[in-house]
């Protein structure tokens, strides 16, 4: 009798910490997660970030976003890639700081895709974080409420609400820049 209750009182001790650890391992798991992917998008950031007032784990974040799981250079940078660095005509991807994210890249005759650089007062694309958050999530320009043909709005609706402040703050860290001169997206 004695042996059941010890094997009783072990297994059920057992089956109570085994998910708490687990719970506690996954909970590393992604905070490690979430840090290296802020030290990634540092090291990957393309120009130079002015972090004055603005959340650094944030801007970190939204440059591993945009730089390393979006896609956003080959639709908003116009060329997208340096001179001779096209990694699609055998270069190795250096991407064009001089126009990065400044739009401009043209899909079809009428339309091109948006500078979404800070302006003067340091909103991207002039937006400020509410506007781009509605554009996101619904696909319209809050400012003449035409939809966005060729931006993934409805992918990219799906992020989640820390994921797209990390995208705002990044593409307010970066300088405003001008759009260069391109025939197609990822050129």
């Not at 003449?144 to 709005?153: A, R």
Request: net charge neutral.
């Amino acid at each position: 009798m004695k042996k059941l209750l010890i094997f009783t009182v072990l297994f059920v001790g057992f089956v109570v910490m085994v998910p708490i650890s687990r719970s506690r391992v996954q909970g590393a798991d992604e905070r490690d997660d979430s840090e290296s992917k802020i030290k990634r998008g540092f090291a990957i950031a393309p120009v130079p970030l002015n972090l004055e007032g603005k959340k650094r784990a944030l801007v970190g974040l939204g440059s591993y976003i945009v730089n390393a799981q979006g896609g956003c250079n080959d639709c908003h940078t116009c060329p997208s890639y340096a001179p001779g660095h096209n990694p699609f005509a055998g270069g190795d991807g250096q991407i064009n700081t001089t126009n990065y994210l400044a739009g401009g890249v043209p899909f079809g005759p009428t339309l091109k895709s948006a500078n979404i650089t800070p302006n003067a007062e340091g909103k991207p694309n002039g937006l400020s974080l509410e506007e781009f958050l509605q554009a996101i999530r619904t696909g319209t320009d809050p400012r003449n409420s035409h939809l966005l043909q060729v931006m993934p709005w409805p992918i990219f609706r799906n992020m989640t609400d820390r994921d797209l402040r990390a995208i705002y703050e990044y593409l307010s860290a970066i300088p405003h820049a001008e759009p260069g001169s391109c025939s197609f997206a990822g050129e």
